[in-house]
């Protein structure tokens, strides 16, 4: 099959909140009947599902293992082979479960393959000479392993996956970095080491032999009250040239380029350590189509400085704007992207790190992106004056 005689292809987020149900599984059968009729609607299947991410609220690491049990079987009851799947650990704005599922709409038969080895499984898209992989990859028993051990762990599967498809971490356009309790310490010897920097550090530690010549991946580092470390992915090889562009920020320096100012002690690792974080602010994939924008986990940092006397309101603010700015026709044309068509956002997750300042958070956001899919998630934020992240996609 060519390009030219295959349909567009679209990835389409769709977001499902429980009308009904006590138990968890009750409610995400809810959101699941909500799918259906949504895909029915819209004219495509559940075959195209391609990844979901279930939010949910629990109290405890052995809670979430049980609860994460529990939510897997129910899925499986739903889906033929289960795609990519994420249950991830922060409390939904409202209620104790939400349901985000990412679609390819425009699939041919054949095109998409359920694959798996000892350990994980992982879906490939292939038309033409474009290839995509999408996995979901975690850390071991939480209760007997550490930060460092839960990084290496979810970092190894990914290796392997990706070692399985003939691609590598360079190939990565997309990552989410779910870290539990992100900003916390762990102390030994009167020496501390914080969740972010180890992941920070294993990351750059895993990445040091890959050739990045497109950019680093688009990438989310946000906490999960619970969990361990989840990593969810979307690689790419496509051999269009010129079809994926590093984007970078006109207000914010590149995260990778960071000084030794804004990273914080990780005791932990003799070879790496106090490494910056590896991504670019947004990641772009041509298709023959379209341009899918992946835009970053974003906040309110100007440079590589957070301002920590801003409101949750205020940090909106900049963060959105941090975000028009990145996706302004103006940049984008600074990256060889001349369409003349403003970036439109598809979807948006915002991660709130105090509940009571959810309304205004929303507020603000729904005035910027009204009628856009949109998920509000409890999270903390990787920095401890930070109050409010925002990712999304977008299409030009």
Request: glycine share 6%; charged share 15%.
């Amino acid at each position: 099959m060519t390009n030219s005689t295959a349909p567009d292809l679209l990835l389409k987020n769709l977001c499902f909140f429980p009308t009904t149900g006590i138990t968890l599984c009750e409610q995400l059968t809810d959101c699941y009947r909500q799918f259906t009729e949504s895909i029915v609607n819209n004219g495509f299947s559940i075959r195209c599902v391609i990844k979901q991410t279930i939010f949910i609220s629990v109290a405890g690491n052995t809670e979430y293992a049980q609860i994460k049990q529990e939510v897997l079987a129910c899925a499986k009851t739903y889906f033929d082979e289960l795609p990519p799947t994420s249950i991830v650990a922060q409390s939904p704005e409202s209620g104790t479960i939400v349901l985000e599922v990412v679609c390819l709409a425009g699939l041919q038969s054949g095109e998409l393959s359920h694959r798996k080895n000892e350990t994980a499984s992982w879906l490939v898209f292939e038309r033409g000479n474009m290839k995509m992989l999408i996995a979901s990859c975690s850390g071991e028993v939480m209760e007997q392993a550490n930060i460092l051990q839960q990084s290496t762990s979810a970092f190894e599967q990914l290796q392997h996956i990706l070692a399985e498809e003939n691609m590598g971490f360079s190939d990565v356009m997309r990552q989410w970095n779910y870290i539990e309790k992100i900003i916390a310490t762990d102390h030994n010897s009167n020496l501390t080491s914080q969740h972010y920097q180890v992941f920070n550090d294993v990351r750059s530690k895993y990445y040091q032999h890959a050739n990045f010549g497109n950019g680093f991946p688009a990438a989310t580092g946000i906490g999960m009250d619970y969990g361990g470390i989840v990593i969810d992915i979307i690689a790419v090889q496509n051999g269009n040239k010129g079809s994926v562009v590093a984007v970078k920020s006109p207000l914010q320096l590149d995260a990778y380029n960071y000084s030794q100012a804004v990273l914080a002690e990780n005791n932990t690792m003799s070879d790496f350590c106090q490494t910056t974080p590896k991504f670019e602010r947004a990641k772009i994939l041509g298709t023959p189509a379209n341009k899918w924008v992946f835009i970053s986990g974003t906040a309110a940092i100007k440079g590589q400085v957070s301002i920590p006397e801003l409101t949750a309101e205020s940090q909106t603010e900049m963060t959105v704007q941090n975000i028009l700015n990145l996706i302004s026709i103006d940049n984008l044309k600074k990256h060889g992207i001349n369409s003349g068509e403003k970036a439109r956002m598809s979807n948006l997750r915002i991660y709130v790190k105090n509940r009571t300042d959810m309304p205004q958070v929303k507020a603000i956001c729904d005035n910027y992106f009204p009628q856009i899919p949109a998920i509000y998630i409890v999270a903390d934020i990787c920095r401890p004056e930070l109050l409010v992240e925002i990712e999304g996609q977008a299409i030009i």
